[in-house]
């Protein structure tokens, strides 16, 4: 692509609801959204079915790279116990940079609060790998009650996001004890 050549309508409406929806919620404005993209309510609408739609969309194409950055590499030869901690730390990695405000897919959820909006969908499958993953390990390192761990590891994940991306609390020494503790207490080694 040449310098000067833009990047499709589709994909800078994408990356504006991305950015913008992480920025300020999901309560901007198509015209904002439209606007950062440089496209017209005309293209979007052409594109898109709905802001919800868009905003759904959105959420799609950013998982897997949100599910890359938390997970560690498949097979990497790491104990279950080290696998889960490697979660935490880098929670506790990206709560520390400028510009954090948590968890996406939690935010999209407490935000729409309505389980059936295409956006909240995203979210919670989302959020249901995560759940799964601890719960995939959490069996593999011998927890007493893998699924209950893994819910209390998702709360903990969860908790710690929100108060470090409204800057109630800082992560650093706090997150790593917490679900060491929460994994003893399960029994994983």
Not at 25 to 50: H, T, W
Not at 91 to 119: F, M, R
Not at 155 to 183: C, E, H, M, N, Q
């Given at each position: 692509?040449?310098?000067?050549?833009?990047?499709?309508?589709?994909?800078?409406?994408?990356?504006?609801?991305?950015?913008?929806?992480?920025?300020?919620?999901?309560?901007?404005?198509?015209?904002?959204?439209?606007?950062?993209?440089?496209?017209?309510?005309?293209?979007?609408?052409?594109?898109?079915?709905?802001?919800?739609?868009?905003?759904?969309?959105?959420?799609?194409?950013?998982?897997?790279?949100?599910?890359?950055?938390?997970?560690?590499?498949?097979?990497?030869?790491?104990?279950?116990?080290?696998?889960?901690?490697?979660?935490?730390?880098?929670?506790?990695?990206?709560?520390?940079?400028?510009?954090?405000?948590?968890?996406?897919?939690?935010?999209?959820?407490?935000?729409?609060?309505?389980?059936?909006?295409?956006?909240?969908?995203?979210?919670?499958?989302?959020?249901?790998?995560?759940?799964?993953?601890?719960?995939?390990?959490?069996?593999?390192?011998?927890?007493?009650?893998?699924?209950?761990?893994?819910?209390?590891?998702?709360?903990?994940?969860?908790?710690?996001?929100?108060?470090?991306?409204?800057?109630?609390?800082?992560?650093?020494?706090?997150?790593?004890?917490?679900a060491t503790t929460l994994l003893d207490a399960g029994g994983v080694r």
């Amino acid at each position: 692509m040449s310098p000067d050549a833009k990047p499709a309508s589709r994909d800078r409406l994408l990356e504006a609801a991305a950015a913008l929806s992480y920025a300020e919620g999901v309560g901007v404005g198509v015209e904002a959204l439209c606007k950062a993209a440089g496209v017209s309510k005309r293209s979007m609408y052409q594109l898109f079915e709905s802001k919800d739609d868009l905003l759904a969309a959105s959420l799609e194409r950013r998982a897997a790279a949100y599910v890359d950055l938390l997970f560690p590499a498949a097979g990497d030869g790491r104990t279950a116990r080290e696998r889960i901690l490697h979660v935490f730390g880098q929670v506790a990695e990206q709560a520390a940079l400028p510009g954090y405000q948590g968890c996406p897919y939690l935010a999209v959820q407490i935000e729409l609060k309505d389980a059936d909006h295409p956006a909240s969908k995203v979210a919670r499958r989302v959020k249901g790998e995560l759940t799964a993953f601890f719960r995939t390990e959490a069996e593999r390192g011998g927890a007493a009650d893998p699924a209950l761990l893994a819910r209390q590891l998702t709360l903990l994940f969860d908790g710690a996001s929100a108060r470090a991306g409204v800057r109630a609390d800082d992560l650093a020494g706090l997150i790593l004890p917490t679900a060491t503790t929460l994994l003893d207490a399960g029994g994983v080694r």
